[in-house]
């Protein structure tokens, strides 16, 4: 009579490192995305053949800076059908990563391509000089990531609040942590509307805002959690049946 032997597939980390060497491109990929990845199994996987595994390794919150240096250079493209252009996969996951270190920032914040640049204005661990630098660049969208950083300067959320792309002033009027003098310059009601969804804006600017004549600036106003009592049960009898809707069902809340 036969015994019956158990398996044991070993620990997560050997099984890990196993599939990190499996044929099928798609089981490296979901290995080097994974947070649990031997260092070994990352280091390997960063030399994969696949650029998005190498992608997938540069995603990895636990990929070390050392790695994460050495696909800095990573030249991978996939063709974006939405932007109809090619997009370096590789290094915007690498200008993401909250583990790469300043020198690498740095290095693909000068990047030629601007969705790099972009990607790395977007990072919170990058220093206030080089954000001064991005502040101007050419590319709204690196421009739009830095109005967007939780870690950007006060003093560059004010100038960029007087930038030319209404798309960048709004994501400027939406940072928590822009000064309200800035807020109040711009009188467009797209700009208007993002000032009104701050959830730092005091209740006094959004009970002004709550009697502008657009019902998007007047919903916002109704959304908006620091939103007094008194304006959303005015709101609440707006002739806007958005506005009201949204007034009543913070009024519940």
């Known amino acids: 009579m036969r015994r ?24 490296r990929e979901a290995v080097a995305g994974n947070a649990k990845a031997s260092q070994d199994a990352l280091e390997r ?12 390794v540069a ?57 790099v640049r972009a990607a790395a204005a977007s990072n919170p661990l990058m220093r206030a000089e080089l954000m001064s630098r991005l502040a101007k660049d050419v590319s709204w969208l690196v421009r739009n990531n830095i109005a967007q950083n939780p ?20 994501t400027v009027a939406s940072n928590p942590k822009t000064p309200q003098a800035a ?28 009697c502008h004549w657009s019902w998007r600036v007047r919903e916002a106003v109704a959304s908006n959690p620091r939103t007094s009592a008194k304006t959303l049960k005015q709101l609440a009898q707006d002739p806007d049946q958005s506005v009201q809707k949204a007034a009543k069902c913070r009024i519940k809340t």
Do not use: C
């Not at 980390?13 to 089981?27: C, T």
């Open 4 to 27: 019956k032997v158990a398996w044991d597939p070993g620990t997560p980390e050997e099984i890990l490192r196993v599939l990190a060497r499996d044929p099928v491109q798609w089981v």
């Open 45 to 56: 996987l960063a030399a994969d053949s696949s650029g998005f595994v190498r992608a997938a």
């Open 59 to 115: 995603m990895n919150s636990q990929t070390p800076s050392r790695i994460l240096e050495m696909l800095a250079g990573d030249e991978m493209v996939d063709y974006d059908s939405t932007l109809q252009k090619s997009r370096y996969l590789v290094k915007e996951a690498v200008a993401r990563n909250r583990n790469v270190d300043q020198e690498t920032l740095e290095y693909l914040a000068r990047d030629f391509d601007e969705h």
């Open 151 to 170: 870690s950007t300067p006060e003093d560059l959320l004010v100038y960029l609040s007087a930038d030319r792309i209404m798309d960048v002033r709004a």
């Open 183 to 210: 807020l109040a310059s711009d009188k467009s009601w797209e700009i208007r509307e993002a000032v009104a969804r701050n959830i730092n804006l005091s209740e006094n600017i959004l009970e002004e805002l709550s």
